[in-house]
């Protein structure tokens, strides 16, 4: 087990092939260059940030933690609102009218194409500033250099590192899944007096789930298996060190 508090790391500049400002507190991260590479990372959007419609060959859980994201045609998301965004299918384009923050767990897909590290996504984004510019989420490459002309900026990145065309898998979903747990009733977890559970979704793609705990006061709960969790308000001790806001 690995326990991080939130409000202990530095944020940092972020996904800068987008436009506009992004400020993010990476809390967990895998091991680059495995294909079950992941990361878990506080993001705090400016109301400039934008990123065009895209999508990715990752997978991708979103849980809006204060502020609004507009999706464009995909909808709007909320505080509260948790989303999963399947590798190989488009969404966005993605802006915010006023400062937000979300948590955002990116991972290795079934499709194989694995998750690149923020340091191998700044590395790579250095490097083909030699031969274009990035502008609000596109790679403009210079006349003359071989390649597309405008390229989404991560695809541009990611088949500069890895020295091969991306390939984005077919998804068996039509588009992002937006889900509000207000709308849902709190159910007790059995075996675990003083817990209860709002089961959001278990998704086929990558046979991974998310749901919402609440343990009431003097209750207790026993994980078990491989699973990240996310304290979004309360207090309590896990392992015997406190639990607070975004451990």
């Keep these: 087990m690995k326990i991080v508090q939130g409000d202990q790391v530095a944020p940092e500049p972020a996904v800068r092939h987008r436009g506009g400002g992004l400020q993010a507190r990476i809390l967990l991260e895998g091991t680059p260059g495995t294909l079950g590479n992941f990361q878990l990372s506080l ?15 990752f997978e991708q859980y979103r849980v809006v933690l204060d502020g609004r994201f507009d999706f464009g045609q995909d909808g709007v998301m909320t505080e509260g609102m948790v989303g999963y965004f399947p590798e190989g299918v488009y969404y966005g384009p993605q802006s915010s009218a006023n400062n937000t923050l979300a948590a955002v767990l990116q991972f290795g897909g079934m499709s194989g194409g694995g998750y690149l590290s923020a340091e191998e996504v700044n590395a790579g984004m250095e490097e083909l500033k030699q031969v274009g510019e ?19 900026a991560f695809e541009a990145i990611w088949e500069f590192v890895n020295g091969r065309p991306i390939i984005y898998p077919l998804s068996s979903y ?6 509000n747990p207000a709308n849902l009733p709190w159910m007790p977890v059995d075996g675990a007096a003083g817990v209860s559970e709002k089961r959001l979704g278990s998704f086929a793609e990558n046979r991974t789930g998310v749901r919402m705990l609440n343990l009431g006061g003097g209750a207790s709960f026993e994980a078990s298996g491989r699973g990240i969790y996310l304290v979004l308000s309360g207090a309590g001790t896990v392992a015997g060190e406190k639990l607070r806001r975004l451990t």
């Excluded at 705090?44 to 060959?57: L, M």
């Excluded at 990035?134 to 989404?152: A, I, L, T, W």
């Design 174 to 179: 039509a588009g992002p899944a937006m889900m």
């Design 43 to 57: 993001g705090a959007t400016s109301a400039d940030f934008i990123s065009p419609r895209h999508r990715h060959n």
């Design 134 to 152: 990035f502008q609000k989420g596109v790679f403009r490459r210079r006349e003359g250099v071989p390649g597309r002309k405008n390229q989404d």
